[in-house]
């Protein structure tokens, strides 16, 4: 599967991601953003690329690799925790490679995603959860139209302490 717009693409996960994969999951700088705690196997990494190409409405998630217009793999986003009774999905995104934030990827990344959502998959509404202080973050998902809708207190556990993290909505119909 592949959805695309000017200066990105969405793809599925293929079963050569797993070096790629490898090297994102196991980085201790974004362990805070995705809630990893340990390193991953390319063996455990293996086996979850082999099932995420499995249908959404299966697995009740989507997770999907961005390229920018290089067609380099720059990060991914995901769909979890599918509701299809209830018509909602939470979302989340990372874009790994530093050298491509800020360049309106993420933007571009959900934007493609919130479409898909509605159009193909019926949804009513998206929901993020995020760090108190991921600033940039509650900054882009605001810009897409999310509201922050709840706010979970000391939710987050950090090496110096606890965090608050927050809840945003989408409407998408």
């Not at 959805?3 to 969405?10: V, Y």
């Not at 990060?75 to 050298?99: C, K, M, N, Q, W």
Request: glycine content about 6%; overall charge neutral; aromatic content about 10%.
């Amino acid at each position: 599967m592949t959805i695309s717009s000017k200066n990105i693409r969405l793809r599925a996960l293929e079963p050569a991601d797993v070096e790629l994969l490898y090297k994102w999951e196991n980085n201790p700088d974004v362990w805070r953003v995705s809630n990893t705690y340990a390193p991953l196997s390319k063996f455990i990494l293996a086996n979850y690329i082999k099932s995420n190409n499995a249908d959404i409405w299966e697995n009740k998630q989507l997770r999907l690799v961005i390229e920018n217009k290089q067609q380099v793999a720059i990060g991914t986003v995901e769909l979890f925790d599918f509701e299809p009774y209830h018509s909602r999905a939470g979302v989340g995104i990372v874009i790994f490679e530093h050298s491509e934030r800020g360049k309106g990827n993420a933007i571009e990344a959900l934007e493609l995603l919130i479409e898909f959502s509605c159009n193909t998959l019926g949804i009513k509404q998206l929901y993020a959860n995020v760090a108190e202080s991921n600033v940039a973050s509650l900054k882009l998902f605001e810009k897409l139209g999310f509201e922050i809708t709840g706010r979970k207190k000391q939710w987050l556990r950090l090496p110096n302490g606890w965090e608050d993290e927050y809840i945003l909505q989408k409407q998408l119909v």
